[in-house]
Nanobody, 117 residues
Framework: QVQLVESGGGLVQAGGSLRLSCVAS????????MGWYRQAPGKQRELVAG???????NYADSVKGRFTISRDNAKNTVYLQMNSLKAEDTAVYYC???????????WGQGTQVTVSS
């Protein structure tokens, strides 16, 4: 089974930046979709950013212009560059990968991002 390991979370001040990484145990060349969700205390998990084969991307309206998702298939890694962080970005961020349209997604264990105001 596929293992996903996230890193890069931490504590930053509002306006700062973080770069999250998600390393997969399997090649991502054939992955149909991958990206990041987040879940804040007392809130539902929400899609932050996704990227498909061919590098087509989509973002939550709340992060457009501030976050950038990218992938490096050679390194089996998905990245999330987060700039101009706000207190409301505080959440646990989860990486996911889907290899087929009707296959279940694989999830990482999550990495905590805390933005102080």
């Amino acid at each position: 089974q596929v293992q996903l390991v996230e890193s890069g979370g931490g504590l930053v001040q509002a306006g700062g930046s973080l770069r999250l990484s998600c390393v997969a145990s399997e090649t991502l060349f054939s992955a149909s979709r991958m990206g990041w969700y987040r879940q804040a205390p007392g809130k539902q998990r929400e899609l932050v950013a996704g990227i498909e084969l061919g590098d087509k991307t989509n973002y939550a309206d709340s992060v457009k212009g501030r976050f950038t998702i990218s992938r490096d298939n050679a390194k089996n890694t998905v990245y999330l560059q987060m700039n101009s962080l706000k207190a409301e970005d505080t959440a646990v961020y989860y990486c996911y990968v889907v290899f087929g349209l009707m296959e279940r997604p694989y999830w990482g264990q999550g990495t905590q991002v805390t933005v102080s105001s």
